[in-house]
């Protein structure tokens, strides 16, 4: 097998070659060679991950000379797992966005820059995953959210796109605040950036306080509440194969270090599970909702994305108080469930998000309510996405049913606990989380409802048709992967397996056979949910066979004497969830801009009516102090005056202030 140094060697050394090779190649080959390049580097990763999967963990030192010594990279299990999922989640939104981007009347330039941010995205989310030396990491990290960033922003000649940009950009810097705040304290009680320190850290002092402050970090990137804000603006302003990477392993590299902290915790696992409980299912609570109301279908998958992040936490809460009362079963249940979620999401989100690119390319519009009937003209694409809502709903025989069913196992086993503050805890996550799949039901029911069936609402551009094969393949892919995992949980559940058992947080007594069972019988239930499906297919045939040939009549449905085609008499989408944001209008803010009719006019004039939702957490906490930033800086505003000699008298005072500085011994 290849080497960890070579395939360090090989990746690079590919990587740097194509990014040279694109500004000569010709345009329609630039998206072939980036797929070709994301290809590699996935199948040179994986192949050095796989065996860490089952235990051989994988160690090497990089030599960097005086600049920060040895770097550490280690693949073990968690490393591995996080890093297949993003080398196929890149290869598929790298085929799709080759055949996405070809509408776009991109420059050159532009379509050089955003494959080459594209290959750097990818590479530096793995490194992340394999780098355990906190100054090095927070550089990957860096490289992350900048090329990220840079990806969002594709659309750069629209000013709400660069808007989404920055504000995605300055959440992510305050996570790289919060991270190296972290680092730097763990360097200065133990003297190393190693991430073998946070094992004497925790061992010497309280583990809750670092742990919050690492868990805000990460939560940042993973969508927590209040930390998910960044989430609604940048999925919606980034290209549908961004977004789909993006929601489908971005986020979850925020998981990925809540995982690899915890994987070092020595103390408080308790008191922290169940703060991340309960962060959890309002994270999940809060983001359900929002996609229920809203009618931008990329705007509302994203916050389903933080809806998903919110089943994750909990599968992790309910691991960690498996560890505090040494629970293994509940240790595996819960933090097997949130690792198979991890997996499952970014399969079922990334093919909805492409699918719902596949409509704004052919519709060039996001506001659900200026479709329906496209699943006449876009019948692939209709599937498709039913198998992505039926998916992410949790419902069998598809693959969002076998992580969701883990989590409410585990839920359901940590019931067992003799504690009445925990009983009463997952008793409310239980109705917590069967709220979100209720919701869940509704959101889509709306927005498939809506985009696809009944008749079009009004007359586009042009009329959509299917997309190409390019787009559609990577998705076929998806959907193959998601029905293994459905079908065949057991060879996942033993990888997940493996990796829990490893982790250096297990104490003695904790037992793989338990979980694994659990496989049998998801599996049953596919199969027994696949057969019904089978029945009803084989019903539908013989009665299509049973008439075929015979006479059909087709009739206008029955509208109450009235046989007018009306489109707009269809539901919308706003009607379809107006009662749920009408009950929870303190939550759920709208804005609306209408003229209400007067009690004395007779003839009203004509009126415009438009309403849209605003986040919560936005509008009362994120505008209110944005807006006194901006107040507090206006008053700084005459430093910046355009003047040169203020800035040839900035530039003396500070040479004077430095020589005073040093021959005082100050520095």
């Known amino acids: 097998m290849i080497g960890f140094d070579l395939t360090i060697n090989l990746s690079l050394t590919i990587t740097l070659c194509a990014i040279i090779a694109i500004f000569f190649i010709p345009l329609k080959l630039k998206s072939n060679l980036a797929a070709l390049t994301v290809f590699v580097n996935a199948v040179l990763y994986s192949r050095i991950s796989l065996p860490a999967l089952y235990g051989n ?55 050089n820059l955003h494959w080459i941010l594209f290959m750097l995205f990818q590479l530096s989310m793995i490194w992340v995953c394999m780098l355990q030396h906190g100054l090095a990491f927070i550089i990957a990290w860096e490289i992350m959210s900048l090329s990220s960033m840079m990806l969002v922003i594709f659309e750069h000649n629209n000013p709400k796109t660069i808007k989404s940009g920055i504000n995605y950009l300055v959440q992510m810097h305050i996570s790289v605040i919060l991270l190296t705040i972290g680092f730097i304290w763990v360097y200065f009680q133990t003297g190393s950036f190693d991430f073998n320190a946070f094992n004497v850290f925790f061992n ?119 560890l505090g009362n040494n629970n293994p079963m509940l240790y595996y249940l819960g933090f097997g469930g949130a690792l198979l979620h991890v997996l499952n999401h970014s399969l079922f989100k990334s093919l909805l998000f492409y699918s719902a690119g596949s409509v704004y390319q052919q519709t060039h519009t996001r506001n659900m309510e200026r479709l329906g009937g496209l699943i006449k003209s876009m019948p692939k694409t209709a599937v498709i996405f039913l198998i992505g809502a039926i998916a992410i709903g949790g419902i069998p025989p598809f693959n969002g049913f076998v992580s969701e069913f883990i989590i409410y196992s585990g839920l359901l086993e ?97 037992e793989i056979a338990g979980f694994t069972n659990y496989s049998t019988i998801i599996s049953n239930i596919s199969r027994y949910s696949a057969v019904f499906i089978c029945i009803v297919a084989i019903i539908w045939g013989v009665r299509t066979f049973v008439i075929r040939g015979k006479t059909a009549e087709t009739v206008p449905t029955w509208g109450c004497a009235y046989v007018g085609s009306v489109p707009k008499a269809q539901y919308t989408g706003k009607s379809f969830s107006k009662p749920l944001g009408k009950i929870l209008g303190f939550l759920l803010i709208e804005k609306k801009k209408y003229v209400e009719i007067k009690s004395g006019e007779i003839f009203p004039i004509s009126r415009k009516y438009a309403s849209n939702y605003h986040d919560f957490f936005e509008l009362f906490f994120i505008k209110p102090i944005s807006k006194h930033l901006v107040y507090g800086t206006n008053y700084f505003k005459f430093i910046q005056n355009g003047r040169i000699q203020s800035y040839v008298i900035y530039g003396i005072v500070f040479i004077i202030a430095i020589f005073i500085i040093t021959a005082l011994n100050i520095i």
């Open 414 to 510: 940590g019931m067992k606990s003799n504690s009445l503050n925990q009983l009463i805890l997952l008793i409310l996550s239980i109705a917590g989380l069967s709220v979100i799949g209720g919701i869940s039901i509704l959101a889509f029911t709306k927005t498939f409802g809506t985009i696809f069936l009944g008749t079009e609402r009004e007359k586009l551009a042009h009329k959509p048709e299917e997309v190409s094969v390019r787009m559609l393949f990577p998705q076929y892919v998806i959907i193959i992967v998601m029905m293994t995992v459905a079908f065949f949980p057991q060879i996942f559940m033993n990888a997940i397996g493996n990796i829990l058992q490893r982790m250096s947080i297990l104490r003695s007594g904790f």
């Open 204 to 322: 010497g002092n309280a583990n809750i306080w670092l742990f919050l402050i690492f868990f805000l970090g990460f939560g940042f990137k993973a969508g927590f509440i209040p930390l998910h804000t960044w989430l609604p603006h940048a999925h919606p302003a980034a290209p549908s194969h961004v977004s789909g990477v993006m929601s489908g392993v971005i986020v979850k590299i925020g998981i990925y270090g809540i995982f690899r902290i915890i994987s070092f915790l020595k103390s408080d696992f308790l008191l922290l599970g169940e703060i991340i409980i309960t962060f959890s299912v309002l994270t999940g609570l809060y983001g359900i909702l929002n996609a229920a109301v809203h009618r931008d279908f990329k705007r509302m998958l994203a916050y389903c994305t933080i809806e998903n992040i919110g089943i994750i936490g909990i599968g992790i809460g309910i691991g960690m108080m498996g």
């Open 57 to 111: 963990v994988i160690e090497y030192s990089l030599n960097t000379g005086n600049f920060m010594g040895n770097i550490p990279l280690r693949i073990d299990g968690l490393s591995a797992w996080f890093i297949m999922i993003v080398g196929f989640t890149c290869l598929t939104g790298v085929i799709y966005g080759g055949g996405y981007l070809k509408t776009y009347n991109s420059t050159k330039s532009e379509l």
